[in-house]
C-alpha cells in the first residue's frame, strides 16, 4: 500500500528534559517533519517564524513556564564589523572558502570530532559516531550546502573549520559550525558567521540565520556581539536593544498554550499530491 504525506504539517510536542542553555530549566520543543514536495517552502516559512532544521525535522523551543530562546539572524545591509571582528577576519585571510554538495567525509568527522572532545565532551552530541554524523550532514531535504574553509599555507591537515548551512529564500541558516578547537586565538566560530555574512551579501541575500540567543547563557552570549540583530518575540522580528534589556526569568504565563502556537503559523500552499 502507498502511503503519502499530509498535506497540511503534523504538529507534535517532546517531553520535558533539561535545558542546555539555563541550568536547572527544563525545556520542550514544537516540532514537525520536514518532508515530501513542500519541504523547501516549509523550511522557509517556518525559519521565519523562528523554527531551526535538524535533518528532516523542525522545532521551535516551547518551553511551558520560559520563554528565554529568541531566535537571532543577522539583517546583513544593517551590520557593520567592529574593530575586533575585523581583525579576526585579517587574522584568518589565510582561509579560503569551498562550498559543497552535503556529503560527509572522514576528514569532516575527524575535525568534528576534535572540535566536540575539547569544547562539548559533555554535551548531547558528544557520543555521535561518523554514521549519526554522515546523517546530519546528508539527511536533508532542502538546499544545504557544506562550507568548508581550508588553510591555503598549510602542507596537511588544512580544513579549519565546516559549517552546515542551508541555502534560505531569504537568507543562509547556519545549522552547525565546528572547527580546529586548538585555534581558540583565531576566534574561528566568529569568523565564520563574518564569511556566511559576506556569503549573503555576494548571493543578494538579506539575512543570515544564527540559530537561538538565550538572555543570561554564556555559550550563546557571543551572538549579541554582531550588529544588525534581530530577534524574534510574540511573532514578529525586532531589531535587538542591549543584551541588558533581555530577561530569560521564570513565568508560568510565558508561552502561549501549544494549540495557540500552532493556529497562529503561516503555512506555505501546498498543492495536492499527485496520485
Not at 525545556?27 to 519541504?39: C, D, N
Not at 543562509?172 to 549573503?200: C, Q, W
Not at 547563557?217 to 542591549?242: D, H, Q
Amino acid at each position: 500500500m502507498r502511503h503519502t504525506p499530509p498535506l497540511t504539517p503534523q504538529f507534535y510536542v517532546t517531553a520535558p528534559q533539561s535545558c542546555p542553555y539555563l541550568s536547572d530549566r527544563m525545556e520542550r520543543k514544537l516540532f514537525t517533519a520536514l518532508q515530501g514536495e513542500g519541504a523547501h517552502a516549509l523550511n522557509d516559512s517556518l525559519s521565519q517564524q523562528g523554527f531551526r532544521r535538524s535533518q528532516n525535522v523542525l522545532y521551535r523551543p516551547s518551553c511551558s513556564d520560559c520563554a528565554g530562546c529568541l531566535s537571532a539572524r543577522i539583517r546583513v545591509s544593517d551590520f557593520a564589523p567592529t574593530k575586533s571582528q575585523s581583525k579576526t577576519l585579517r587574522r584568518n585571510k589565510m582561509l579560503e572558502r569551498e562550498v559543497r554538495s552535503p556529503w560527509a567525509t572522514e576528514e569532516q568527522y575527524d575535525l568534528f570530532r576534535r572540535y566536540l572532545t575539547a569544547r562539548h565532551a559533555d554535551g548531547g552530541m558528544a557520543d555521535m559516531d561518523i554514521f549519526e554524523f554522515a546523517a546530519m550532514i546528508e539527511e536533508t531535504p532542502v538546499r544545504t550546502r557544506v562550507i568548508e574553509y581550508t588553510d591555503s599555507t598549510a602542507t596537511n591537515d588544512a580544513l579549519t573549520a565546516v559549517c552546515l548551512t542551508d541555502v534560505l529564500q531569504d537568507g543562509l541558516s547556519m545549522v552547525y559550525s565546528f572547527y580546529k578547537p586548538e585555534l581558540a586565538n583565531r576566534s574561528l566560530g566568529t569568523f565564520i558567521i563574518l564569511d556566511h555574512i559576506r556569503l549573503a551579501l555576494e548571493l543578494d541575500l538579506p539575512f543570515v540565520y544564527l540559530g537561538y540567543w538565550v538572555p543570561g547563557s554564556e555559550k550563546m552570549g557571543y551572538k549579541a556581539n554582531f550588529s544588525g540583530i534581530e530577534l524574534f518575540r510574540n511573532g514578529a522580528w525586532e531589531p535587538m536593544e542591549t543584551p541588558e534589556n533581555y530577561s530569560a526569568d521564570l513565568h508560568p504565563l510565558s508561552t502561549e498554550p501549544i494549540s495557540e502556537q500552532v493556529s497562529n503559523l503561516i503555512l506555505p500552499n501546498v498543492r495536492p499530491v499527485n496520485r
